[in-house]
């Protein structure tokens, strides 16, 4: 519990900083669920999934260049989505 002003100041902003980060973070897996989504959809257009995942890609890179996220978690989810997408053209191809 706050002792004094200037922690009660310090539970207010973190309080306001955690719901906007959480919007942000929410799209964000919106944008991956929907990558994914595209990747594994019956009509299976590659131009559909790639063009979504760079949208995830995009929305990852923002959140830890604001650091709502860390690099480093950005990366690992960046990393997933480009190896499903990856494993999709190869399998489309052959």
Request: proline residues 0%.
């Amino acid at each position: 519990m706050a002792n004094n002003k200037s922690q009660e100041k310090r539970i207010r902003q973190d309080r306001k900083r955690r719901i906007h980060n959480r919007i942000f973070r929410n799209r964000a897996r919106t944008f991956v669920k929907k990558a994914r989504a595209a990747m594994t959809s019956h009509k299976l257009d590659i131009s559909s999934a790639e063009i979504a995942t760079m949208q995830a890609v995009r929305d990852l890179d923002m959140l830890a260049s604001k650091g709502i996220i860390h690099k480093r978690n950005a990366a690992r989810r960046k990393s997933r989505l480009m190896k499903q997408l990856a494993a999709l053209k190869k399998q489309h191809q052959a």
